[in-house]
């Protein structure tokens, strides 16, 4: 490990390598949803998977700790199912500071399809709560979803590129209610989702409750502090 001045960070070949392997495994998950080939072909793509995932298997850290590839205080998870450049499950949505607010991109797979070449709705919960908590994050007004709602204006095609956008609407004590949309890069002042979301900083008990249990990459105490699963952001 090397360290900056922002702490330990993580070697570049490791964090090179996660990435490499969620990005293979992103496209083998939109292929497997598209593919047409024969049966025969896709059992003896599904036992080459398997092998594969035995191989990996062969150590594996423990859920209740952090990859040595995280460090929550600096706001680098590089496994988050939204933003993680290691996670398969990310499209992964690229968010940064803009303005008063959280600005990013991505683009949404036929794999995350819900209504046929539509995004599923569900998805946009997901996505709109990790950029309404960074938001939070960002403000420095950090906090855990207590309330999230959605109004769906319109369906959100697979394929193209989206502009995700959020705000701090309103911020008093340990409660923030933050906002915002989802929309075309094409027109990104038209919203087709609409969020908001009541974040609640949780007393310091509750964090110990949480989270003391987890540790940080090498098993040693983890930070409950600042336990999060917001992302880093970079700006404009």
Known sequence: MTKDDSGTIPDTEP???????????RELIEVS????????????AAE????????????????????????VRTG????????????????????????DGVAGEAVLGVAYEGPPSYVHGGMSALLMD????????????WGMTAHLELDYRGPLPVG??????GSVAESD?????????????????????????????PRREKLEAYFGAITDGSGGEGPTS????????GED
């Open 226 to 233: 600042m336990a999060s699963d917001a992302t880093a952001l």
């Open 76 to 99: 680098r998870r590089v496994f988050n199912p939204v933003t993680g450049v290691g996670s398969a499950l990310a499209p992964p949505l690229v968010l940064r500071r803009s303005g």
């Open 173 to 201: 004590g340990r409660k923030s209610l933050i906002v915002g949309t989802v929309a075309l890069a094409a027109a990104p002042d038209q919203p087709l989702v609409e969020a908001r979301g009541l974040f609640v900083t």
């Open 15 to 25: 964090l090179a390598a996660a990435a490499d392997l969620a990005t293979a495994l």
């Open 48 to 71: 080459l998977v398997r092998q594969v995932t035995e191989r990996l298997a062969a150590a594996r850290r423990p859920a209740s700790q952090l990859s040595a590839l995280d460090d």
């Open 130 to 141: 990790q950029v309404l908590g960074d938001t939070a994050a960002a403000a420095g007004v």
């Open 160 to 165: 193209e590129p989206l502009v995700f956008r």
């Open 33 to 44: 949803v598209t593919t047409t080939v024969p049966a025969g072909e896709v059992r003896a």
